[in-house]
């Protein structure tokens, strides 16, 4: 072998060494680069894990408290609103100079309360229920009401002017009645009442002399409150939509109790509604529900 050959196959090997160093160092570099990205990859992942799971339980958190407060919201209102002898209800001189109307439904419930709680949705309305018990199949709009912030008050079981102003004690047991199916919706009977045809209604008189003069004191001595109103709607009397929209609308008061009816006959009552809602929210009224702080509305009683 020539020493140029030798010193070719040196040359040779020494090149072979130092790609094989390359590759060795390249391998080496890769396998750290790659140790360092999973790990980097692998903790963020198990950053992001776990900052998911704070989230997640941040908004368990924060929707267990929303819950809670909810329902001592609504455990204080069920309190307040339920019948407690001996604690007066309402007020006879709203001090307040805001304009409110409390909107009123007697006689229901029926299908038309739930067109009637659907509507008030959408104006974010409140209204006060003073519901009978003679429609089995439509109870539960008692609960749909109040669950929607509606109060729930009573009106008598039957509604039957003979047996309800027979005697006081007919009257209580027919209060009685109604409350149970009430208590049965909403967990509480109500303190807030209004006798069929008002506190200023004649007709008992057939029935029993001097009856009203005794039930407007003793309601309020065993706890509840009654309400008569300073607005009629006119409904009752068959009125159609456009005379309830003019009945049912004055900017001559601050404080209006209206009445309506949510029986099964009173289209033209929710046909009014829209009207009666937009013409007050225009002139700055708010609907609210009868609350234990509410005006109270009483007629002169004439029996
Ligand atoms: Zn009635």
């Known amino acids: 072998m020539t020493e140029g050959r030798r010193r070719n196959r040196r040359q040779e090997s020494n090149v072979n060494k130092f790609i094989l160093c390359g590759l060795v160092i390249f391998a080496i570099c890769g396998t750290i680069f790659c140790m360092v990205a999973n790990s980097r990859e692998s903790s963020l992942e198990n950053k992001m894990a776990l900052l ?3 989230g997640a339980a941040m908004a368990k958190g924060t929707d267990a408290a ?3 407060a909810a329902e001592e919201i609504r455990a204080a209102r069920d309190k307040s609103f339920s019948v407690q002898p001996g604690v007066p209800v309402g007020t006879e001189d709203p001090s307040d100079d805001k304009k409110v109307v409390y909107l009123t439904f007697d006689d229901g419930p029926s299908e038309n309360t739930k067109k009637i709680i659907d509507i008030l949705a959408q104006y974010d309305a409140k209204a006060t229920f003073f519901v ?3 429609n089995e199949e439509c109870r539960h709009y008692i609960k749909e009401a109040y669950d929607a912030g509606h109060t729930i008050g009573l009106h008598t079981y039957s509604h ?4 309800v102003y027979a005697s006081d004690e007919a009257y209580f ?3 009685a009645q109604v409350g149970e199916v009430v208590k049965e919706q909403i967990g509480y009977v109500p ?3 209004r006798f069929p045809g008002g506190s200023s209604n004649m007709v008992s008189a057939k029935y029993n002399n001097g009856i009203m003069s005794r039930l407007v004191d003793s309601v309020q001595e065993q706890g509840y409150q009654y309400y008569d109103w300073n607005l009629d709607s006119g409904d009752a009397a068959g009125c159609g939509r456009e ?4 009945n049912s609308t004055t900017d001559k008061m601050n404080h209006i109790m209206v009445l309506c009816h949510d029986t099964q006959a009173k289209e033209a009552t929710v046909e009014a509604l829209p009207y009666i809602l937009k013409y007050y929210t225009d002139l700055g009224y708010k609907f609210e529900a009868i609350d234990r702080n509410s005006m109270i509305c009483h007629h002169g009683v004439q029996n």
Do not use: M, P, R, V
């Not at 005379?243 to 003019?246: D, S, V």
């Open 191 to 193: 303190c807030f009442i």
């Open 66 to 68: 929303l819950a809670q």
């Open 52 to 54: 998911g799971q704070e």
């Open 173 to 175: 047991a027919d209060l």
């Open 160 to 163: 039957d002017y003979a047996a």
């Open 243 to 246: 005379e309830i929209e003019a």
């Open 132 to 134: 009978t018990g003679s």
